[in-house]
């Protein structure tokens, strides 16, 4: 079963950036997802399983940054202008892509993501 490991997050002043990682037993497409307290998951950023696409939430699209490193065994996703609205607890999920949507991103997280890692918590305060 593929296994995701995320880094931990932490406490980020506003305007502050923070790098979260999260490692993949087997090379899949991938996406970070977030849900603060009450509220639904949302925010997506997603690279595929080749990393030659990326997709983003409109409420992250410009900030975040979403990367794979040289073996592409570990996404990042670089947090850059965080913002109090940005605390959730951050979510690393995965899907295998079906042979026509290999260099493609999913953004519907209950349905399209099959996996996902334990969550870590970001906060945005000052």
């Known amino acids: 079963q593929l296994q995701l490991v995320e880094s931990w997050g932490g406490l980020v002043q506003p305007g502050g950036s923070l790098r979260l990682s999260c490692a993949a037993s087997v090379l899949a497409s991938i996406g970070w997802f977030r849900q603060a307290s009450g509220k639904e998951r949302e925010g997506g950023s997603c690279i595929s399983r080749s990393g030659g696409v990326t997709v983003y939430a409109d409420s992250v699209n410009g900030r975040f940054t979403i990367s794979r490193d040289n073996a592409k065994n570990t996404v990042f996703l670089q947090m850059n202008s965080l913002k109090p609205e940005d605390t959730a607890v951050y979510f690393c999920?995965?899907?295998?892509?079906?042979?026509?949507?290999?260099?493609?991103?999913?953004?519907?997280?209950?349905?399209?993501?099959?996996?996902w890692g334990q969550g870590t918590q970001v906060t945005v305060s000052s």
């Open positions: 999920a995965a899907y295998f892509p079906s042979p026509f949507r290999q260099d493609t991103c999913l953004m519907t997280p209950n349905r399209d993501y099959n996996y």
